[in-house]
Each structure stands twice: as structure tokens, then as C-alpha cells.
Antibody, heavy 116, light 107 residues
């Protein structure tokens, strides 16, 4: 069974940083591209970041470019999102999701709240 | 970026009835469109990809159609478990973008 489990969220002050993690199991993690997608409270889904299976190609949404960095460790079956210089508008549930185009499996999400 | 517009925002339907949801792209996305279902407090669930292909395990009452800029998700006979928010997503060009969703509620 495919499982994606996020961790690392929480309450952080504006300007602060967090490292989100996504632990993958039930599939060959190193063969799949991965994404981070977020959802602000009461809002729609917003794609944030993409990484290819080898980890050598990444894309980020303009809204997070220069502040967020996606990475992966295939030996640990793990995906990461380093989030820096956080703003109030980054408050959201962050999901990791599998595949490059349509996203066929999603984690349960982790809440990041940016507030003083 | 491509803007995805969904209508209506809310659809009130009785169990057993048919629901038709629309998604419009600001420019052609060919057939590079997915539909997701999301229930409160849960992650999105992939229903349809490539505009009309049902994902693994998705019941046949869900169907997708369209290409270019106009897409439709049809639920042929609503079951109690189908009341949720449905979102479309284009993957024709970066950045991938989602619609704001259609909430299907019990009439």
C-alpha cells in the first residue's frame, strides 16, 4: 500500500524557517517524481514545488521561489521542503504528492501556521 | 500561468441524481486535465486524469469529458459518499494550476 506521511509542521513566526518531511513507503520511491502542494484555510489547492526522481531537476512556484527548496533522499525514501522567510500567506496545509503530472497519491497533510 | 475556473461554486443535488461540474481553462490544455475529490479534513483523491481516464478504483459513475479549454466531470447517480469538493488541475504547462473547487452538497 502506498503511504506518504508528512511531518515537521507547526507554528512559526514571520521570517522563520521549517523543514517539512514526507516519508514514503509501499512503492519504489526512487522511480517517482514528487510534488509539494499546499492549501490555505478555506482556499483551493496550490502547487508549490516539484522534483524529479533523481533529484537533479526542481521547479518552484513563483510565490515561493528563492524561499522554499525541495529535495529528496532516495536512500531514506524521503522528500523534503525547506521553507524559509515564512510569511503569513504561507499558512496552509502542506501535502506531498506523487507523480509529475496528475498526482495519484497524497499524504494526509501537515499544517504550517505563520503567526506572531 | 493558466487560470482554471470551476462552476458552479456550489451544487445542491439529491442522492441518486446526476451532477455535472464544469472546469474551464484560460488557454488550451489539450487533454492534460485531472479531477480530484476532497472531503473535509482529508487529502485530495485522484478521480480522473487525461480528462477522461478513471484512476484506479474509481467507480464507473464518475466520468470526465472535454478537451482544449472546456471540461466536465459527471457523477451519474450521487451516493452519500460523493458529497465533497471537486477540483480540476491542468498539467499542460508549468506551473500546474488548480481550480478553486465545486462543493457538491446534499439538497
Amino acid at each position: 500500500e502506498v503511504q506518504l506521511v508528512e511531518s515537521g509542521g507547526g507554528l512559526v513566526q514571520p521570517g522563520g524557517s521549517l523543514r517539512l518531511s514526507c516519508a514514503a513507503s509501499g512503492f519504489t520511491f526512487s522511480s517517482f517524481e514528487m510534488n509539494w502542494v499546499r492549501q490555505a484555510p478555506g482556499k483551493g489547492l496550490e502547487w508549490v514545488s516539484y522534483i524529479n526522481s533523481r533529484g537533479d531537476t526542481t521547479y518552484h512556484a513563483d510565490s515561493v521561489k528563492g524561499r522554499f527548496t525541495i529535495s529528496r533522499d532516495n536512500a531514506k525514501n524521503s522528500l523534503y521542503l525547506q521553507v524559509n522567510s515564512l510569511r503569513a500567506e504561507d499558512t496552509a496545509v502542506y501535502y506531498c504528492a506523487r507523480r509529475i503530472y496528475y498526482m495519484d497519491y497524497w499524504g494526509q497533510g501537515i499544517l504550517v501556521t505563520v503567526s506572531s | 500561468e493558466i487560470v482554471m475556473t470551476q462552476s458552479p461554486a456550489t451544487l445542491s443535488v439529491s442522492p441518486g441524481e446526476r451532477a455535472t461540474l464544469s472546469c474551464r481553462a484560460s488557454q488550451s490544455v489539450s487533454s492534460k486535465l485531472a479531477w480530484y475529490q476532497q472531503k473535509p479534513g482529508q487529502a485530495p483523491r485522484l478521480l480522473i486524469y487525461d480528462a477522461s481516464t478513471r484512476a484506479t478504483g474509481i467507480p464507473a459513475r464518475f466520468s470526465g469529458s472535454g478537451s482544449g479549454t472546456e471540461f466536465t466531470l459527471t457523477i451519474s447517480s450521487l451516493q452519500s459518499e460523493d458529497f465533497a469538493v471537486y477540483s480540476c488541475q491542468q498539467y499542460d504547462s508549468w506551473p500546474w494550476t488548480f481550480g478553486h473547487g465545486t462543493k457538491v452538497e446534499i439538497k
